[in-house]
C-alpha cells in the first residue's frame, strides 16, 4: 500500500482555502493601511515597489491555491463517477 503525502499547495482542502483566504486578506488590507498610513496617503508610490511584489505573489499564491482545489475536485468528481 502506498502512502500518499498531503501537501496543501497541490491537495488543499477547504478548510486550507478559508484558512489562507483570510490571511491573505488580512496581510493584504494590513499591507494596504501601511502603505497608505490608515488611507492619507496615496497608494500608488515609488518607494513601495516591494510591498507591491508582495501583495502581487500573495494574490497568485492564492489564486493557485484556488486553481489546484478545482482541479482535485472536478478530478475526483471524475473518478468518482466511474
Known sequence: MET????FIKNPS??????FTLLWFVGILLLTLSTTDLFTESF?????????????GS???TG??????WKNKN????????
Open 64 to 69: 493557485k491555491l484556488y486553481i489546484n482545489y
Open 4 to 7: 500518499v503525502k498531503r501537501n
Open 44 to 56: 500608488f508610490q515609488k518607494k513601495y515597489v516591494m510591498i507591491y511584489f508582495l501583495m502581487i
Open 14 to 19: 477547504i478548510k486550507n482555502l478559508i484558512l
Open 75 to 82: 478530478l475526483n468528481s471524475h473518478s468518482n463517477a466511474e
Open 59 to 61: 494574490t497568485i499564491a
